[in-house]
């Protein structure tokens, strides 16, 4: 196990200097001055070019670039062109605000999907089976700039129950969770189920079934712990996709996370900003998948002596 | 595509109706020019945001544009992009994940690793940063969605390649003689298409989301064009008074998703041969 993760850990190294890399050049390499953007078109040339002198930008790309490589192997990120502040700060004050909501949004999925994938694997082709296959595609098919506003007009403007965006309380939770959670628990529900089935099938369950369990009962203590084992893994790299913030959830409702900072650093043309999100979401990427091995190795021990 | 694959795809439950609405679709967003009702970008600022009347059947927007027009011409956009970005991803990706998996070694790892780093980018992250760069525009968008699309494709073609690549009949073209690159086109390469195809239906559809999702940003399509992101998130901001700006639209992406998610599950249904045992199993009894 642990020469397991010590080799992944040597893997992911080269990847995360490569995301690095690369991240400069696209940022520094495409059209459009964050100069003109930050003091307008209109400026006058010497304002510019000062500004392009204390911002650093007057200097060779590969001295940029050193500097860039060099403060990350330091652990910083730079300052941000707008506002100032350290990137670092500015990314791990946004954080919280996305580690909550994809939170959240896991739970919601988790608690539409696992009852919902249960009853329809138990009954194969019955109604129940067919509802939650209907569920499931029409989920898998709207996108959450759809989900979205549908939830916003039917509980914000109709039922006037919950704001219909901003960052506060958990009444503001809800309907951003809604919208991510209800699209991956479509796609949980329909692995589960597939998963399921496949498990329901082998000598295992059909054997307690024999020696007199009931049929629900074999499935949900025999069956499931072992049809999770795949579930799990999508489980994780979706939660992963999560916490690397969900540019348009987040710009629906107004929520203050990694992917609103990442579109609002973007827009401004701020370099430090972009490359410090860009760089801190691989990283949290990298991590993730890593995790979902080592997990995905734990659940399953035919992995873990291979 | 043979025809015992196709009229199983058929009896798969949605796939032939998404196959159908594909195909209006298609028609509608050829023919747009000629049956639309109305210039999609003509204004009429008195009669902004009314709803549907005899005239404009699904209502006009703030501007007093005409939606059914618009969406007709929106959904020109969708499907460029959709079928632009599968094809500029797929063809680099089956010829990377072709060469990877048959010649192994360093190419393999080489192309693995490039594959490894482009997907620790979030995806529609890397395609917001392209085309907020390089300007919105209907091929800036197709190729931000095709840097990172080619990918999937490589990989799966490369696990395809791994797995024929042991044949028996690819080990007797070998053994004949037959070049690399012949045995590749010749023997290779057609019996792993399957699962490439039935992804890059489902590919498709996530592009035409992806599309919908830039323009949503203001990343899309440059107006006054039509897109069906742009529609809803101009909509979005009368909500309270005009919901139909927003559901027009919203509608009309999720049944095309939905489309080419219920074809992409009867293509796979009927292509794995799996599946198609048991199904004759059950059929038979």
């Known amino acids: 196990m642990t020469r397991m993760v010590l080799a992944r850990l040597r893997q992911a190294v080269p990847v995360v200097l490569g995301v690095a890399t690369l991240v400069f050049l696209l940022i520094h390499m495409v059209p459009g001055d964050p100069v003109d953007a930050m003091l307008g078109e209109s400026a006058v040339a010497i304002d510019k070019a000062e500004l392009r002198h204390e911002l650093k930008l007057d200097r060779p790309l590969l001295s940029q670039y050193a500097e860039f490589m060099t403060g990350i192997a330091r652990g910083d990120l730079g300052v941000s062109f707008r506002t100032r502040e350290p990137v670092a700060r500015e990314i791990l004050s946004r954080f919280p605000a996305t580690l909550l909501l994809a939170s959240a949004s896991l739970a919601i999925a988790l608690m539409i999907a696992v009852p919902l994938g249960i009853a329809a ?186 | 595509m043979s025809s015992g694959v196709f009229n199983r795809m058929l009896r798969h439950r949605g796939a032939g109706a998404g196959l159908a609405f594909l195909g209006l679709l298609g028609a509608a967003a050829l023919l747009a020019p000629a049956i639309t009702p109305f210039d999609p970008a003509a204004q009429a600022l008195d009669a902004g945001l009314s709803g549907a009347s005899a005239a404009h059947w699904l209502g006009q927007d703030r501007l007093g544009r005409d939606i059914l027009s618009r969406l007709l011409f929106g959904g020109r956009i969708s499907l460029a992009v959709g079928l632009g970005t599968v094809a500029l991803s797929i063809v680099p990706g089956t010829v990377i994940g072709a060469l990877s998996g048959f010649f192994g070694g360093r190419i393999d790892t080489l192309f693995m ?120 998130a101009e909509g979005r901001h009368f909500l309270f008074i005009a919901p139909h700006l927003t559901l027009a639209p919203g509608i009309a992406i999720m049944l095309t998703v939905m489309a080419f998610n219920f074809v992409g599950d009867g293509l796979r249904d009927a292509m794995d041969t799996r599946t198609a045992g048991t199904t004759a199993v059950r059929d038979g009894r």
């Open chain 2, 113 to 232: 690793r490039l594959c490894d780093l482009l997907l620790a980018f979030p995806g529609l992250l890397l395609a917001i940063a392209v085309t907020a760069m390089l300007g919105p525009s209907l091929p800036h968008v197709i190729f931000a969605l095709s840097a990172l699309g080619w990918v999937g494709y490589a990989r799966l073609m490369r696990g395809q390649v791994l797995k024929v690549r042991e044949m028996e009949y690819v080990q007797a073209a070998r053994a004949t003689g037959a070049k690399p690159l012949r045995l590749i086109a010749r023997h290779v390469l057609p019996n792993a298409l399957s699962p490439l195809i039935v992804e890059a239906t489902f590919g498709i559809g996530r592009a035409v989301v992806a599309e919908a999702g830039l323009s949503f940003l203001g990343l899309g399509v440059t107006p006054p064009t039509p897109s069906w992101g742009s529609m809803i």
């Open chain 1, 121 to 306: 694997a138990l009954r194969p082709r019955s109604w129940v089976d067919l509802l939650c296959g209907t569920s499931a595609m029409l989920g898998l098919s709207m996108p959450n700039f759809v989900i979205g506003p549908l939830l916003v007009l039917l509980f914000s403007i109709q039922l006037g129950v919950f704001p219909v965006s901003g960052y506060g309380g958990w009444r503001h939770l809800v309907l951003p969770a809604l919208t991510l959670g209800s699209g991956m628990s479509a796609i949980l529900m329909r692995m589960l189920r597939s998963s399921l089935l496949e498990e329901v099938g082998q000598e295992y369950v059909r054997t307690a079934i024999a020696k007199g369990m009931s049929a629900t009962r074999a499935v949900v203590r025999h069956a499931l712990p072992n049809a999770l084992i795949p579930v799990a893994t999508v489980l994780g790299l979706q939660f992963g996709a999560l916490l690397a913030g969900s540019v348009i959830t987040e710009t629906i409702f107004s929520w203050p996370g990694i992917g609103r900072l990442m579109v609002q650093a973007i827009e401004a043309r701020d370099y430090p900003l972009v490359q410090g999100c860009v760089l801190f979401v691989a990283l949290l990427t990298v991590s993730v998948n890593l995790l979902v091995d080592l997990l995905y190795a734990r659940l399953d021990p035919r992995i873990r002596h291979e």
